[in-house]
């Protein structure tokens, strides 16, 4: 079956309820957006170290198809009738992970270079994103009507990748630190057997 319908080659594209709207319109721009986001989302979990960070940001882009699906929906209850829903328990799980890693990791009093991992800088790009899928979300906002806990959700996930980058990035860090005092202390070790 082939992949490609020829629907769209006038420059307009069906949403989720069938309409069919401009390629280049604000809703069309939104939820493409926030499939960049879970293309990237994808890629950073493949760099991850931590095994908890890689489970929550796959379960983050299974929400992610919800949260395209809303919005590619001009006929809401359509899309209510027919698919699962982002609720305000995704939302209470993104601010539970922020509130645990932010208990955990040290303070920030600062600005942070964006990543000084491979992990790290991988999710602050998801983080920016992010923030520009939000801002089209807001454009759209203006002309439809969305449900509140769609809004929680979107508002609090760049928070959650900005927290998780943190992690990775403390990770890596803790790694490197003890890669450095195992090679002293072989280095001590073997001296002490020379002698």
């Known amino acids: 079956m082939a992949i490609y319908t020829k629907g769209g080659d006038k420059g307009k594209t069906s949403l989720f309820d069938g309409l069919r709207v ?5 809703r069309v721009e939104t939820y493409g ?32 198809f919800y949260l395209q699906g809303e919005i590619a929906t001009k006929d809401t209850k359509k899309f209510l009738a027919e698919s699962k829903i982002i609720t ?17 990791l040290p303070p920030v009093h600062n600005f942070i270079l964006p990543g000084s991992s491979v992990a790290g800088a991988q999710l602050h790009i998801c983080r920016t994103v992010c923030r520009r899928a939000e801002r089209s979300f807001v454009r759209l906002s203006r ?40 090679q002293v202390y072989s280095k001590l070790r073997d001296v002490r057997n020379d002698e």
């Open 33 to 64: 957006t926030f499939d960049e986001l879970n293309a990237n989302i994808s890629l950073a979990e493949k760099f991850c170290k931590s095994s908890e960070n890689k489970t929550l940001l796959r379960s983050v882009e299974y929400k992610m």
């Open 22 to 26: 401009d390629k280049d319109s604000v």
């Open 143 to 182: 002309t439809t009507e969305f449900r509140p806990e769609l809004e929680r959700y979107i508002n609090r996930l760049s928070d959650f990748l900005y927290i998780v980058a943190r992690s990775e990035d403390y990770e890596d860090l803790v790694d490197r630190v003890t890669e450095k005092v195992i």
């Open 88 to 104: 305000d328990a995704d939302t209470h799980m993104l601010e539970k992970v922020i509130d645990k890693y932010t208990s955990e």
